[in-house]
């Protein structure tokens, strides 16, 4: 069974650009969510879709970043314009029940992130 | 949201049991604790997950104590490929939108050595 896939794993930007991100799910899973660390510093939360649906975008920095699933299958990270400050590694996860709240119970496999350099 | 505290690294020598503590003072009535495992280069992976007590499976055990308070991950014989971060994720409820959000702490960078 092919695991999150996250692309691509690397990209170099300048301030101002855009960059799309983009993550597939495993097959199945309704939920998905984006994670992301900056700096350095904890592993943030970001979003969580279930379906095509955002369940919880409490996590998003400002309107500059943009997710969609389309069709409830990949989703992409959008930012734009790109700062300085936006570089950092972005995770992508996904699990298998759909609930409209995040289940504290619920297992979330990662993608390996795409490392993101604003520069 | 459930806030995580843990040690900031740990060291240890191969064929070691590594203990992890993790502190979650405000751990909510149905939130689980979870544990997961980071190499370099790479996203979290799961290791284990309980509510109270103990669980245990192939890769390490979780002690729970009856408060929740705080949540202990062992590692039995620890190997040079054990050498990782590791998280303890408890889920939360945010004060401002009302809705959990899985939230990571700053991990625990273990460190085996041979």
């Known amino acids: 069974e092919a695991g999150v896939t996250q692309f691509p794993s690397h990209s170099v930007i300048e301030k101002g650009q855009t960059v799309t991100l983009r993550c597939d799910p495993i097959s199945g899973h309704d939920n998905l969510y984006w994670y992301r660390r900056v700096m350095g510093k904890e592993i943030k939360f970001l979003l969580h879709f279930v379906k095509e649906s955002k369940q919880d975008e409490s996590g998003m920095p400002n309107n500059r970043f943009l997710a969609e699933r389309t069709g409830g299958t990949y989703s992409t990270l959008k930012v734009q314009p790109a700062e300085l400050e936006d570089s950092g590694v972005y995770f992508c996860?996904?699990?298998?029940?759909?609930?409209?709240?995040?289940?504290?119970?619920?297992?979330?496999?990662f993608g390996s992130g795409t490392q993101l350099s604003v520069l | 949201l459930a806030k995580t505290t843990q040690p900031i690294s740990m060291d240890s020598y191969e064929g070691q049991e590594v203990n992890i503590t993790c502190s979650h003072n405000n751990i909510a009535t149905n939130d689980y604790i979870t544990w997961y495992q980071q190499f370099p280069s790479q996203g979290p992976r799961f290791i284990i997950q309980?509510?109270?007590t103990k669980v245990t499976n192939e890769v390490a055990s979780l002690f729970i104590p009856a408060d929740r308070k705080s949540s202990t991950l062992s590692l039995p014989r620890v190997s040079l490929s054990d050498t990782a971060v590791y998280y303890c994720l408890v889920g939360g409820l945010s004060m401002d939108t009302g809705r959990r959000a899985l939230t990571f702490g700053s991990g625990t960078r273990l460190q085996v050595q041979p």
């Open positions: 996860a996904s699990s298998q029940a759909g609930h409209r709240r995040p289940a504290t119970n619920e297992k979330l496999f």
């Open positions: 309980g509510y109270k």
